[in-house]
């Protein structure tokens, strides 16, 4: 057997820091770069409460965005976010209404219609085999459909409880709870990615899932676990949204599925699955919402706001989200 | 030979979707108050000529295996520019319909560039696009409305009907089908279109203008989705940036090119069967009025019929046998 | 052979470089109209680049190429086939929801009025067909639908639709049947007395034996040398190709098969949807039990079937003597059972390409090395470390993407990501097919150590000599049945041949 200069330095196992790609160092470069631009119109965009305060209003699309990576990671995407966050946020304050039982087990109740939500996208994904695309479609067309109908179209009466309230806009030591959530949800996520054989399951099945099948892993449930997760983790975002906003809305979800995949997809995380890192999913958080505060502060119109939303993603895609050349 | 077993297996998928689309019109006609006349025919038509439209847009860009989310749109945008252009002398509205296709076009053929030369993802590229298209839809028209000397002529005839009887906007329709599908169908650049959908690297071994097909994809997408945008406005005489509406466009569209047999994997379906889902899928969301039902249910039953559509193709999966066929 | 006339075809000093790493290495070849030159080398020798640069896939970096004397460069395939330079790649080039006709005529279908004219298209394919030996193809079938190896026809239909003058065919018969092989080699037979230059990849060294006039040895990106078919020994080709002694491929075989314990492994009468017809065998621990037969006779099914990836398989399996469902390839791999299937494709099926080699090797023992869900990396670690140094895999660090790696060490990792699960009874699918001749000498020797340990193998090759120097026991299977089994001196090629095609005459195997 030909032994010659083989392991004789294996090298140490990268840790996850260790990790940033290209990708992610350029997340982070635009995201010090919207800054610069800012501060440029107001100094105020360098201060510590307007960071505080942008990472505050980017915790909810964090959260949502963290269920999305899990699914985007896999290869699949999650089309009923909208209606998953809104059922949340309509579910938790409707629960609050029942006394103080209610009040303690909204989030939770919100959370579970969200995770009951995801199970059906997970069935329908990993055990009938719909593409993701059309079956989360359909069931946000469903759970936009029973909202509705139990709201009888109005905007729905009950509001957020005080545990909401406390979780989306209270504040420990000067930190805005919210930011405390992400943070938390974000440590969770990349545990399970990195640590756990379920996060490894994510990864190979985001690769080839015939050959993570064939290795014994179990890739329906951890396709169908990843659904639910997404789903409870939108339905959690809308729990803290109403927390925010006092009252939950037919549409408050609708602005949340574009951003929660350009996000992701911002990061570094391949859209085709199987490759991406949380810290690049934090990178385009931020940097979707810091687009979106400065294009509100700069009081552009909605119109112009949509198109130099629009294009700077197409900029920023172009600059590092192209696929390897063929050739 | 059996030659025939081969084509119908090619048709498939549009005749399950004919067959859906019958189904549902027939129950949608049985129940309706008025019954089969030609006014019920016409109205139901027109709304369905609206998404067909869109639908085909969104075929073109499937079968490449992409997908665009900008269809729903590059419509609305063509909804607010006809809104505005298409006034005057005859030859004023001509020009108007001209420049609003003109601007479909380049509408697919930016996205096309971007997807072909930006190497970008189509469901990532398009939903930036998207953006940008409807806010420059936002910015011609801030409130719903029409420009001053709007002329109805051409939409009152495009929404009537011929003979009395024929809806003259499904006319139009097979029109666009024999003079742009059918040949689009039989072309070298039509094949290279299915050839890339289905396996792009085998494609680009064999010489196939890989390249080509894809930008014809998208600037036939772009065209077709204007022109439901055109009708819109033949529609409703005015136009309207409506966020909500694009987007139900965008995913209605999806929604009938699947139940019209289209493989969003790529190089399988035609735009006849996802003309057919998209009047089928307009047909099941009308059940409800002429059963007299609240018409908030209408998502509910909409997203229901999708999700059984769809779950009965998972009636394959019993047949499977190597369940690593389940993977491919 | 006139050495004086302008060859059709000829490169001179052609270079490429990935990286740092020299694919060719001012590579010289000269192919001459007429005859059919057989290029031979180890993977990652250069032979696919190579071939790549003639066919317009790649630019070459320095070097000039000449068509009939006349200096050329090909900016894309379209352009070499419009050339004459065809290539049928070992990567089908076929579009799976095209018909058969669709494909021949893909790169310059028929027109009339501008539109395809579907006549001519489908006179042209079954023209084509014929030519190529697959008339029995209807053209307007889906190439999805067809086997495996109706569509290395229909691609070889495909190639002499473009009227070449110059055929190159990379590892083209790999995936056909015996009697197909037959076929095609007389059609390439006829396009060699017609006129045409054919270049010719194979590692099934009597195939070249058969086919080639001249023979081409790269090694390392370098042409090492030219002659005439048959002026070498086998042995002398592949000291060449190795550029090593080579010496005792197969390592001895021991006898330490348990024969008192009941068989790790019994199947009963399996059948399965008339791809298996009650197929009954044992493994015992220490044995490494061969399936022979002709390519597609039901081995792979077989092998998948006792994994549990089947669904409605009748008949019986026993592990330790004891009946046992086995309802995937989770349950297959649990320690009370402990199989491995090495799968017969280690792109799709083995491996996760961009993955990196320390997460492809772990990705099937998360149960050895990890707790409660969560991976230990010490663990992990060491396992992988352990791991590379027995397979001997060749990687600069465990991070970098499994698919950067040679084809043979691709498929040491698919065979150490097993091995890290400890399993006791190893199911291999030809895990030797498309490898170089010196990581098969290791795949054997680690075979026979692994049986030493007590494992029981089972061996699926299409390769015969590799059942006659590793096996204990042959099975071959012809029409998803046990034809007949061979054992120890009954193992000859003779036999397993004979026995292969069903035309068994025991008395001339004595």
Not at chain 3, 390 to 405: C, D, E, T
């Amino acid at each position: 057997m030909t032994t010659d200069k083989l392991n004789t330095n294996p090298a140490p196992r990268p840790n996850w820091t260790s990790r940033i790609d290209l990708p992610v160092a350029t997340a982070f470069g635009c995201i010090i770069l919207l800054l610069l631009i800012g501060s440029l119109y107001s100094p105020n965009f360098l201060s510590p409460e307007y960071l505080l305060q942008q990472l505050k209003v980017g915790a909810f699309l964090g959260v949502i965005a963290t269920g999305m990576m899990l699914v985007i990671l896999l290869g699949q995407i999650d089309l009923s976010v909208p209606w998953a966050v809104t059922l949340g946020a309509m579910m938790a304050s409707a629960a609050t209404a029942y006394g103080p039982m209610g009040e303690v087990l909204a989030i939770p109740f919100g959370v579970l219609c969200g995770v009951l939500m995801g199970l059906v996208n997970g069935i329908g994904v990993a055990y009938l085999r719909i593409p993701s695309m059309i079956v989360t479609l359909a069931v946000n067309a469903v759970a936009q459909g029973l909202m509705v109908a139990y709201t009888g179209g109005f905007a729905p009466v009950d509001s957020a409880s005080p545990a909401m309230r406390y979780l989306a806009a209270g504040t420990i030591l000067g930190i805005p709870n919210a930011v405390i959530v992400w943070a938390i949800t974000g440590i969770l996520a990349v545990f399970l990615l990195g640590r756990t054989t379920f996060g490894r399951a994510i990864y190979g099945i985001g690769n080839k899932e015939a050959a993570a099948y064939l290795s014994g892993v179990p890739t329906q449930r951890v396709v169908m676990i990843a659904f639910a997760l997404c789903g409870g983790l939108a339905a959690f975002g809308g729990v803290l949204l109403v927390g925010y906003a006092g009252k939950a809305a037919q549409s408050m979800g609708d602005a949340y599925l574009l951003p929660a995949i350009a996000a992701v997809v911002l990061g570094g995380t391949s859209i085709l699955g199987g490759r991406g890192n949380y810290l690049g999913t934090i990178a385009g958080v931020i940097l979707i919402t810091l687009l979106q505060s400065i294009l509100s502060v700069m009081q552009i119109a909605e119109f112009g706001r949509q198109i130099i939303y629009g294009g700077v993603i197409i900029v920023m895609l172009l600059l590092y989200g192209r696929e390897k050349s063929g050739r | 030979m059996n030659g025939l077993r081969y084509r119908f297996a090619e048709q498939r998928g549009m005749l399950l979707a004919l067959a859906i689309f019958v189904l549902m019109f027939a129950l949608y006609v049985a129940n309706h108050p008025a019954g089969f006349t030609p006014n019920v025919v016409q109205t139901a038509a027109n709304k369905g000529v609206l998404l067909a439209l869109v639908a085909v847009a969104q075929t073109f860009v499937v079968l490449t295996a992409g997908i665009d989310l900008s269809v729903g749109m590059i419509f609305i945008l063509a909804n607010c520019l006809a809104s505005y252009l298409l006034v005057g002398t005859p030859i004023g509205v001509a020009l108007g319909v001209g420049g609003v296709l003109l601007t479909g076009l380049a509408c697919g053929a930016l996205n096309g560039l971007l997807v072909i030369y930006g190497r970008l993802q189509p469901i990532v590229i398009t939903i930036a696009t998207g953006a940008v298209f409807f806010g420059i839809a936002l910015w011609i028209r801030p409130y719903p409305g029409s420009a001053a000397g709007f002329s109805s002529d051409l939409a009152d005839a495009l929404t009537g009907k011929v003979f009395g009887i024929i809806p003259a906007s499904l006319l139009f329709l097979v029109v666009l089908v024999l003079v742009v599908w059918v040949p689009f169908r039989r072309s070298v650049i039509g094949r290279a279109v299915y050839a890339v959908g289905s396996s792009e690297p085998a494609a680009y071994m064999s010489g196939v203008p890989v390249m080509r097909a894809k930008f014809t994809a998208y600037m036939l997408s772009g065209l077709f989705a204007a022109m439901g945008g055109l009708f819109m406005t033949f529609f409703t005489y005015s136009g309207e940036a409506s966020l909500a509406n694009g987007n139900t466009y965008t995913l209605s569209s999806i929604a009938a090119v699947v139940l019209g047999g289209v493989s969003l994997f790529g190089g399988r379906g035609s735009a006849i069967g996802a003309i057919f889902g998209a009047l089928a899928f307009r047909a099941i969301g009308d059940l409800l009025f002429v059963f007299d039902f609240d018409p908030l249910w209408q998502p509910l039953f909409q997203g229901v019929v999708l999700l059984l559509a769809v779950s009965l193709g998972a009636a394959r999966l019993f047949q499977v046998r190597n369940r690593l066929d389940l993977f491919s | 052979m006139d050495d004086d006339a302008v060859p059709i075809f000829r490169m001179e000093a052609i270079s490429k470089r990935y990286g740092g790493v020299h694919a060719l290495d001012h590579a010289d070849l000269v192919v001459r109209a007429g005859r059919v030159h057989a290029i031979l080398g180890e993977n990652g020798a250069g032979k696919s680049t190579l071939i790549k640069i003639m066919s317009g896939v790649v630019a070459p970096d320095e070097g000039r190429m000449l068509l009939d004397g006349q200096e050329v460069s090909f900016a894309n395939p379209a352009a070499a086939n419009a050339a004459g330079i065809v290539c049928i790649f070992q990567e089908l080039s076929l579009i799976p929801d095209l018909s058969v006709a669709d494909n021949i005529v893909i790169s310059n279908p028929p027109t009339r009025f501008g539109m395809i004219d579907r006549k001519a298209q489908q006179a042209i394919a079954m023209a084509a067909l014929e030519r190529a030996g697959g008339g029995d193809i209807h053209p307007m079938e889906l190439v999805k639908d067809l086997p495996l190896s109706r569509r290395q026809i229909v691609e070889i239909a495909k190639a002499l639709a473009r009227k070449p003058r110059v055929l190159i065919l990379d590892e083209a018969t790999s995936a056909l049947t015996a009697a197909d092989v037959e076929t095609v080699f007389g059609v390439l037979k006829r396009l060699r007395s017609e006129g045409i230059a054919l270049l010719y990849i194979s590692h099934r060294m009597h195939e070249i034996a058969e086919l080639a006039d001249d023979c081409t040895v790269f090694r390392n990106g370098r042409k090492i040398a030219t002659y005439p078919a048959g002026s070498k020994s086998d042995d002398e080709v592949v000291e060449l190709m190795i550029g090593r002694e080579y010496s005792s491929v197969f390592p001895p075989k021991q006898d330490n098969v348990d024969r008192v314990a009941a068989p790790v492994l019994e199947a009963r009468n399996l059948s399965w949807m008339q791809r298996l017809n009650g197929i009954s065998l044992t493994a015992r621990a220490g044995e490494v039990v061969g399936l022979g037969g002709l390519d597609g006779q039901g081995q792979r099914e077989l092998l998948l079937a006792l994994f549990g990836v089947l669904r409605g398989v009748s008949g019986e399996v026993l592990i330790d003597g004891k009946p046992r469902n086995i309802s995937g390839p989770r349950a297959a791999k649990a320690a009370d059972i402990g199989m491995a299937l090495i799968p017969e494709d280690r792109k799709t099926e083995g491996l996760m390409l961009p993955m990196s080699v320390r997460d492809n090797l772990s990705f099937a023992a998360m149960r050895q090395i990890s707790r409660g869900g969560i991976v230990d990396r010490k663990a992990e670690s060491a396992a992988i470390d352990r791991m590379m140094k027995l397979l001997a895999i060749k990687a600069a660090n465990p991070a970098i993407p499994v698919g950067a790696l040679s084809g043979g060490n691709q498929q040491k990792v698919v065979i150490a990501k097993w091995l890290m699960v400890e399993p006791r009874i190893i199911l291999l699918n030809d895990p030797t097919r498309g490898i170089d001749v010196g990581t098969k000498q290791e795949i054997y020797a680690l075979l026979r150590q692994l049986a030493a340990e007590g494992a029981a193998i089972i061996l699926y090759s299409t390769d015969y000599d590799e059942l006659i120097g590793c096996c204990d026991r042959v099975l071959v299977l012809y029409d998803g049945a046990v034809k007949r089994e061979l054992a120890g001196a009954e193992i000859t090629e003779h036999a397993l041949i004979a026995s292969a095609l069903n035309i068994d005459h025991r008395e001339s195997v004595a």
